[in-house]
């Protein structure tokens, strides 16, 4: 059962104080509250300006990891020097790394035979909106009314089963998101665990402790993956099942946490 991180706090502060911390959050949900559009999950600014300070502190390096498009996420938050992760983890850029998944971009046609499919299938469902981000599709159904829920997942399923079933798409759950991506075994957690040991690689003496946080069940892939390594902390009231160690409630106690960090790292009085 994971434990709320303040009431752990004492235990684990000496090591986000004396290790290199490699912070990797998620966007939606995490470092903004979940909105009814996609286009409306916005930073604040005072969240904008936390991220700013952190990417400019020597003992840690910060990653935004996301199912959003790389260029979404980057004109979204818009602060230099972070890293981001885009597309779970098919697109990666920032500082001295610049990463495309060669499979990703192999299935880019069938992805979007598969986008073309949908958007017919759904013509006449109202409330839908088919995030097209290349190499993934989300469709959202936040406002399609709740008695027509499981007729819009009938819908989803019927038409991508085709290419679930010659294994070469698979989907997920989220947040009122379907999701579709190209069956690569690559995810979040593959994404984040490359990147952790790629630091190790490049930085051998170096005592790196991992962190990610998240809020849905794209998210659990990392947080298994932290289990050996590091710290995974969910964004939720109540999270019996997940694989995080930790949870917080919402993006104001990330907020609270990320100005803990840069106090013990000594960016703050």
């Known amino acids: 059962m994971p434990r709320h991180l303040f009431d752990a706090w004492e235990e684990i502060a000496p090591d986000f104080?004396?290790?290199?911390?490699?912070?990797?959050?998620?966007?939606?949900?995490?470092?903004?509250?979940?909105?009814?559009?996609p286009e409306s999950a916005r930073l604040t600014n005072r969240m904008k300006k936390l991220l700013s300070e952190l990417v400019l502190m020597e003992d840690i390096s910060l990653a935004i990891v996301s199912g959003r498009s790389l260029e979404q996420l980057k004109r979204f938050i818009g602060v230099s020097g972070l890293l981001y992760v885009g597309n779970h983890g098919f697109e990666i850029e920032g500082p001295s790394i610049r990463?495309?998944?060669?499979?990703?971009?192999?299935?880019?046609?069938?992805?979007?035979?598969?986008?073309?499919?949908?958007?017919?299938?759904?013509?006449?469902?109202?409330?839908?909106f088919i995030e097209n981000k290349t190499f993934t599709l989300s469709i959202h159904y936040r406002q399609v009314p709740e008695d027509k829920v499981d007729r819009t997942r009938m819908i989803f399923l019927k038409t991508i089963h085709p290419f679930l079933d010659k294994a070469q798409a698979i989907f997920t759950e989220g947040k009122k998101v379907l999701e579709v991506r190209p069956a690569l075994g690559w995810n979040k957690g593959t994404a984040v665990t490359w990147l952790y040991r790629r630091s190790l690689a490049a930085n051998p003496s170096r005592d790196i402790l991992p962190v990610y946080v998240g809020d849905d069940r794209t998210d659990e892939a990392a947080f298994h993956a932290m289990k050996d390594c590091g710290l995974g902390v969910k964004v939720a009231e109540n999270t019996p099942d997940s694989h995080a160690g930790y949870y917080l409630r919402t993006p104001d106690e990330i907020y609270d946490f990320l100005r803990r960090v840069q106090k013990l790292k000594g960016g703050v009085n």
């Open 17 to 37: 104080r004396e290790r290199y911390v490699m912070l990797f959050l998620d966007y939606d949900g995490t470092l903004t509250p979940m909105t009814e559009l």
């Open 99 to 128: 990463y495309t998944h060669s499979g990703a971009v192999e299935a880019k046609g069938f992805m979007q035979d598969i986008a073309a499919l949908l958007k017919t299938a759904f013509s006449s469902v109202q409330g839908i």
